[in-house]
C-alpha cells in the first residue's frame, strides 16, 4: 500500500502511515521513529476514541517496549465493551 506522512496517535510526532492490505483503510501501521514512542498498527475506531493522555502515554510505552522485542502492538476497539484492546501478531 501507499504510505504518507501522519501524525502519530500516540505521540504526534510526524510518523510514516501505511493501511494494512486488505483491511479496507480500517488499520493503519504508524512507523513510529520517536525514541519515546514506536510503531504501532491502529484501527480507525481505537483512533477515534483515543483522546485520554494517560491512555496515550500507556501505550507509548507498550510500543517502544514492543519495538526492543521486535514485535508492533496493535491497538482495536471492542465496540459493545467500549473498550480498546491490545493484540500481537
Known sequence: MKE???????CGSQAAARTRQ???GQWVLYACDNP???PVEISTKAR????EP???AELRALARSSREHGKVPRVG???PRGELYVEFD
Open 54 to 56: 494517560a491512555r496515550q
Open 77 to 79: 476497539f471492542d465496540g
Open 36 to 38: 519515546q514512542c514506536g
Open 4 to 10: 504518507k506522512q501522519e501524525s502519530c496517535p500516540l
Open 48 to 51: 477515534r476514541s483515543l483522546r
Open 22 to 24: 486488505g483491511s479496507y
